[in-house]
T-cell receptor, first 115, second 110 residues
Framework: DAGVIQSPRHEVTEMGQEVTLRCKPISGHDYLFWYRQTMMRGLELLIY????????DSGMPEDRFSAKMPNASFSTLKIQPSEPRDSAVYFC?????????????FGPGTRLTVL | QQQVKQSPQSLIVQKGGISIINCAYE??????FPWYQQFPGKGPALLIAIRPDVSEKKEGRFTISFNKSAKQFSLHIMDSQPGDSATYFC?????????FGSGTRLSIRP
C-alpha cells in the first residue's frame, strides 16, 4: 500500500481565500484523523471520522474550518476564509481501529502558508 | 489535565551515547503511552509504546520506562546514532484520541 496520501504537499494562499486539503487513507482503515502542527501548539487533533462519520470535532478551531469524508477513500479539510494564523502543517492519519494495537499511520502532511 | 508535558525541548548527544527524553501526565484515564518519531518533511511514525501496567518495554536500542505512581515515563535510546536525529513526541491515549507532548528535537553528533 502507498500509505496515507495527502495533497497538495505545499499550499501558499492569500488571506481570505478558500483552502482545501485532501487525504486518501490507507485502504481498509476505518478511522481517519486530521491534525494540525505548529511550533506554538504542537500536534493537535482537529477531527476524526469512523466509517466516514465525524465522531469528534472538538478540536476544530472555529467555524471557518470544516471537514468531510464523502467515502471511505477520501476526506477533505476546508478553511474558508483562511487567515495567516492558519499557517501550519496539516496531517491526515488513518487506522484500522482505535484499540491500542491499531497504529495511526500519518501522511506526509500539507504545509499551508497564508499570506 | 489533558496535557502531556515533555522535556527537554532539544537535546544533543554524542554518537554512541544515551539519549533520554522525559514526559509527565496528570490524567489517570490515559490508557496507552506511545512514542512517535518524526523526520523533517515527514509525518510522525509510531516508534514504541507501553501500557500503564508495564514498567518497562524494550525494542532494540529503544526502551520506555514507566512509573505509574509518579505519572512519568521516559524514552531511552541506547548507542545513539546519527540516523536517530529526529523529533520525538511522547503521547498518551484516552477515548480513542492521542494527546501529544510538545516534542524533543534530538541531534546526534558524529
Amino acid at each position: 500500500d502507498a500509505g496515507v496520501i495527502q495533497s497538495p504537499r505545499h499550499e501558499v494562499t492569500e488571506m481570505g481565500q478558500e483552502v482545501t486539503l485532501r487525504c486518501k487513507p490507507i485502504s481498509g482503515h476505518d478511522y481517519l484523523f486530521w491534525y494540525r502542527q505548529t511550533m506554538m501548539r504542537g500536534l493537535e487533533l482537529l477531527i476524526y471520522f469512523n466509517n466516514n462519520v465525524p465522531i469528534d470535532d472538538s478540536g476544530m478551531p472555529e467555524d471557518r474550518f470544516s471537514a468531510k469524508m464523502p467515502n471511505a477513500s477520501f476526506s477533505t479539510l476546508k478553511i474558508q476564509p483562511s487567515e495567516p494564523r492558519d499557517s501550519a502543517v496539516y496531517f491526515c492519519a488513518s487506522s484500522l481501529g482505535t484499540q491500542h494495537t491499531d497504529t495511526q499511520y500519518f501522511g506526509p502532511g500539507t504545509r499551508l502558508t497564508v499570506l | 489535565q489533558q496535557q502531556v508535558k515533555q522535556s527537554p525541548q532539544s537535546l544533543i548527544v554524542q554518537k554512541g551515547g544515551i539519549s533520554i527524553i522525559n514526559c509527565a501526565y496528570e490524567n489517570t484515564a490515559f490508557d496507552y503511552f506511545p512514542w512517535y518519531q518524526q523526520f523533517p518533511g515527514k509525518g510522525p511514525a509510531l516508534l514504541i509504546a507501553i501500557r500503564p501496567d508495564v514498567s518497562e518495554k524494550k525494542e532494540g536500542r529503544f526502551t520506555i520506562s514507566f512509573n505509574k505512581s509518579a505519572k512519568q515515563f521516559s524514552l531511552h535510546i541506547m548507542d545513539s546514532q546519527p540516523g536517530d536525529s529526529a523529533t520525538y513526541f511522547c503521547a498518551a491515549t484516552v477515548s480513542s484520541k492521542i494527546i501529544f507532548g510538545s516534542g524533543t528535537r534530538l541531534s546526534i553528533r558524529p
